[in-house]
């Protein structure tokens, strides 16, 4: 499967964007989809995750209330709305889908396909 990021950019703190991820080559069920993000000099680190079937989310401690993940199965995507944005949340995103239980969904070990990634710069 080839994954497809997009929806990055430069916005200023507290404005907000709309990454989508679209899977060429089959659909994202029964998999999880998974957002993860690098920062400069950092880990890459969890974001949120949706369940395709079943439409589970998961959210990281330092998104959670601010961004929502969803799913459209029609257009075969994932979205990732990410509201009241800080300069913390500059990073590259990228997608991912896997097999995981609960206690994988956060780990990027969980998940086989990566998308490219796509630049979001929040300035201050």
């Known amino acids: 499967v080839q994954l497809q990021a997009s929806g990055g950019g430069l916005v200023q703190a507290g404005a907000s964007l709309r990454l989508a991820c679209t899977a060429s080559g089959r659909s994202f069920s029964p998999y999880t989809v998974g957002w993860f993000r690098r920062a400069p000099g950092k880990e890459r680190e969890f974001v949120a995750a949706?369940?395709?079937?079943?439409?589970?989310?998961y959210f990281s401690d330092s998104v959670k209330g601010r961004f929502t993940i969803s799913r459209d199965y029609a257009k075969n995507t994932v979205y990732l709305q990410m509201n009241s944005l800080e300069p913390e949340d500059t990073a590259v995103y990228y997608c991912?889908?896997?097999?995981?239980?609960?206690?994988?969904?956060?780990?990027?070990?969980?998940?086989?396909?990566w998308g490219q990634g796509t630049q979001v710069t929040v300035s201050s």
């Open positions: 991912a889908t896997g097999r995981t239980i609960q206690s994988t969904v956060s780990r990027p070990t969980a998940y086989n396909d």
């Open positions: 949706i369940r395709w079937n079943g439409g589970n989310t």
